[in-house]
């Protein structure tokens, strides 16, 4: 029956629901599960028509029906949350529209602290059971009681989450905070005792909400300690800030904190407050962008000694490309402090300004997810490098930034090091392996990568270090691990839509590692999860450019597993292949790029060219190789030129030559030259022919290569534009070096033969 009253509830029958629910109950009194699933849906009936009206269904139906589950098992735990839960939760939704309803009163709360306090006594539910009891005693306006239950919940979450600091900091500062408004609110204590009371403790309060701080530093001010308001608001511009009233917020204590300066406020930090909220709400303070560089000159010369001076001075250098400005000031910002920003500008500018690569790393002083979050910026900044070698030295120092801030949790978690901050939670700590295992495989250290992932994993549940450690694992060659975690990574994502092209590309990688443990059928297998991915792309033409990426790359391993089967077939058994695959997915660009080489292979060139040009239709542009497209449009021309499309082939050499040459080595640009020399030798274009024969001949120079067939064709193209011209002398000395050589093109002998100086009537073109 329950089954039957559960579906019609979810398909927001709640009418019918109830009607047959309670006509159920009349012969199955004791059935709990029913009768919970009346009181919710009493409550979800009228959800929509206002809190009064919710009001009136907790006290007519949902506590009623609660209390009878009770009554047959005071300990349903369930029970006993909800029936605290839907009328504390709905009294106060009315408070916040200014309708003050109770449904916990002075004459009924023995009864719902009686539950409160049966919740205590199960280890699961303790939490709830401090938190409703603050709650009750909150509402009734029991001050000394809500007190004891705020100090008490305290007391419990010390205990109870003792090894687990970022649980414990979260249980207790919800009850913290509370107890310092209650107190604050209440004058219980004197303002002294409560100001004294809030520096002593502040050091493992945490709290996502930035208005926190900014309240705790209000009452620290009323209480005359700017000490204490300064150490609360530097805390505060930690936080996420996204608000525009806690802009406001921020401006007006950097006003208030001008005033204290006035009247002789002297604390060294108040300069970084100061002058942080100058850089980034300059508007707010009717103030000019560039006002908080010259206000941190000034700091420099009347405070030498203190960091901030110098750390934004730097910034602000360093943001308007002055480096070499920067550098000095950001320098000493960093002897001061070992600030992790001001030592990344710092090596930025160094690396702009004149190509240095960073070299000592400090021991940063930052807490850990500062550390971490310029670890990112780090890496941002390698990702606009070209230089491969300079990038590859910018991932060692990444990496230690990174091992410093995974030093840093550990001593925050395990040691107990460091104020206590929200965003230092293990989520962070988890990402933080992530992107330092990155580190370590990138620079060949798998098993370095491959214990800093599992333990991430430890910290936090989520899927790119699942792909990490994945990552590391197959490329160290640690199959048997790799298959762990891949059907580990299947089990908790595979099923998951959000991660459907995550799962696509390890469906890939699967297939990978059974290939290198030697599987039967593997090509078989490869061949159906690419025609998989193939029909799916079909499909679904509209595929993000993010996740097509994932598809992309499934794809490509996929197809290199079966190019390694078939490159070892003989030619017509991988055309039938590519052939076929060509005609079912027209759109796919992998058969085309095989096609276009088994044709060059067969010398068919109107097909390579047409393979060719439908590869780079289908090959999206913000996924194609710069090696790939050159060698494609090599093809082209290469295509056009033995079919005698020399204008067409001329065409695409020009628009494209500057790309091949940045794209192609020596040994394969030489060969994208010598094609471009004989095209316009065809076209009888002396100056262009002569101008790529030397481009050619220079890079042959420059890489002391000798005299092969490749530069005698050139200098047999030079010959014949030289001739054609007029120049009858330099072609034939051209044409004695070509013959000097052993085994020369006989077509040497030909033109030699042929080759004779223009008679009087050849200029009037007879």
């Given at each position: ?9 979810y398909?927001?029958?709640?009418e ?24 919710v ?38 029970a ?21 309803k ?13 539950y ?11 939490g ?13 306006e029991?001050n000394?009681?809500?007190l ?31 107890k ?19 520096d ?16 705790l ?9 700017p000490?204490?308001?300064l150490?609360?608001?530097l ?14 917020k ?25 002058l ?19 206000h ?22 360093y ?6 400005e ?30 240095t690569?960073?070299s ?23 990702d ?9 030295k ?38 933080c392996?992530n ?13 370095a990568?491959?214990e800093?992932?599992?333990e ?8 790119e ?27 908790l ?18 297939v ?20 998989y ?6 499909e679904?033409p ?10 992309e790359?499934?794809?490509?391993i ?25 005609e ?18 067969e ?9 060719a ?13 710069a ?11 290469k ?44 076209l ?8 790529l ?7 042959y ?6 005299y ?18 007029g120049?009858?002398k ?36 007879f």
């Amino acid at each position: 029956m329950y089954e039957n009253l559960e579906q019609l509830f979810y398909r927001g029958d709640l009418e019918q629901c109830i009607a047959e629910g309670e006509h159920y109950l009349l012969s199955h009194p004791e059935d709990e599960e029913v009768l919970f699933l009346m009181a919710v849906a009493y409550h979800d009936i009228v959800y929509y028509d206002g809190h009064e009206a919710v009001y009136d269904a907790i006290r007519d139906h949902v506590i009623p029906y609660l209390r009878r589950i009770l009554q047959l098992n005071p300990n349903n735990q369930k029970a006993l949350y909800n029936i605290l839960d839907y009328p504390l939760g709905n009294e106060y939704n009315l408070m916040q529209i200014a309708r003050s309803k109770k449904h916990i009163t002075q004459e009924n709360k023995g009864e719902f602290i009686g539950y409160a306090e049966r919740m205590l006594e199960d280890r699961d539910y303790v939490g709830y059971g401090y938190d409703f009891l603050a709650k009750i005693y909150e509402s009734l306006e029991e001050n000394k009681a809500l007190l004891n239950s705020l100090e008490a919940g305290i007391y419990h979450f010390q205990k109870a989450d003792a090894d687990n600091r970022e649980i414990r900091d979260k249980n207790t500062s919800l009850f913290w905070i509370k107890k310092i408004y209650l107190l604050d609110r209440t004058k219980m204590i004197s303002g002294e005792e409560l100001t004294a009371l809030i520096d002593k403790e502040h050091a493992t309060f945490v709290s996502r909400n930035e208005y926190d701080f900014i309240n705790l530093a209000d009452i620290a001010f009323e209480n005359n300690a700017p000490d204490l308001s300064l150490k609360m608001m530097l805390k505060a511009i930690n936080g996420e800030n996204s608000a525009v009233h806690i802009h406001e917020k921020l401006a007006e204590w950097h006003q208030r904190f001008a005033k204290l300066i006035q009247n002789g406020f002297n604390n060294p930090d108040v300069f970084y407050y100061q002058l942080i909220i100058e850089r980034n709400y300059s508007d707010l303070l009717n103030l000019s962008p560039d006002f908080y560089y010259h206000h941190a000159l000034e700091v420099i010369n009347s405070r030498p000694e203190l960091f901030s001076g110098y750390h934004f001075a730097g910034t602000f250098l360093y943001e308007n490309e002055r480096y070499a400005e920067a550098i000095p000031l950001l320098e000493k910002a960093v002897q001061l402090s070992s600030n992790t920003t001001a030592w990344r500008r710092k090596v930025e500018s160094e690396y702009l300004l004149n190509g240095t690569l960073p070299s000592e790393i400090p021991v940063f002083s930052d807490d850990p997810t500062d550390i971490y979050n310029e670890g990112v910026m780090v890496n941002e900044f390698i990702d606009i490098l070209e230089d491969e070698s300079d990038k590859l030295k910018w991932h060692e120092a990444g990496r230690i930034v990174y091992e410093q801030a995974h030093e840093a949790f550990r001593k925050y978690f395990e040691e107990g090091k460091f104020e206590s901050d929200y965003y230092n939670d293990l989520h962070t700590r988890a990402m933080c392996c992530n992107n330092l295992a990155i580190k370590h495989s990138l620079l060949g250290d798998y098993q370095a990568a491959i214990e800093t992932a599992s333990e991430g994993l430890r910290y936090s549940e989520f899927m790119e270090l699942h792909l990490t450690l994945i990552d590391a694992l197959l490329n160290g060659g640690n199959y048997e691990r790799a298959e762990e975690a891949l059907n580990n990574y299947f089990s908790l994502y595979g099923e998951s839509e959000d991660y459907f092209y995550k799962s696509l590309y390890n469906q890939a990688r699967q297939v990978q590692l059974h290939a290198l443990l030697g599987a039967d059928d593997v090509y078989k297998e490869a061949e159906e999860v690419l025609t998989y991915a193939y029909q799916h792309t079909v499909e679904n033409p509209e595929i993000d450019d993010y996740d097509y990426r994932d598809l992309e790359a499934g794809k490509n391993i996929l197809e290199g597993i079966l190019f390694q089967h078939l490159d070892s077939q003989e030619l017509p058994v991988r055309k039938t292949h590519y052939e076929g695959m060509a005609e079912h997915f027209p759109q796919e660009p992998n058969p085309q790029y095989a096609l276009m080489q088994i044709y060059n292979e067969e010398e068919n060139y109107g097909k390579v060219a047409l393979a060719a040009k439908r590869y780079l239709e289908n090959k999206k542009e913000f996924l194609l190789d710069a090696f790939d497209k050159a060698k494609t449009i090599y093809m082209i021309v290469k295509s056009d030129f033995l079919q005698g499309n020399y204008q067409e082939a001329a065409s695409v050499f020009s628009e494209y030559d500057a790309e091949c040459e940045e794209a192609m080595d020596p040994e394969e640009y030489v060969l994208w030259l010598s094609y471009g020399v004989r095209v316009y030798e065809k076209l009888n274009n002396k100056e262009q022919t002569l101008s790529l024969a030397d481009r050619f001949n220079t890079i042959y120079n420059a890489e002391g290569w000798g005299y092969d067939d490749l530069v005698e064709s050139v200098e047999l193209s030079k010959a014949v534009v030289l001739y054609q011209s007029g120049n009858l002398k330099e072609a034939h000395a051209i044409l004695d070096q070509v013959r000097s050589v052993a085994d020369y093109d006989p077509v040497a002998d030909e033109y030699k033969a042929s080759w004779k100086k223009p008679g009087l009537f050849s200029k009037f073109g007879f």
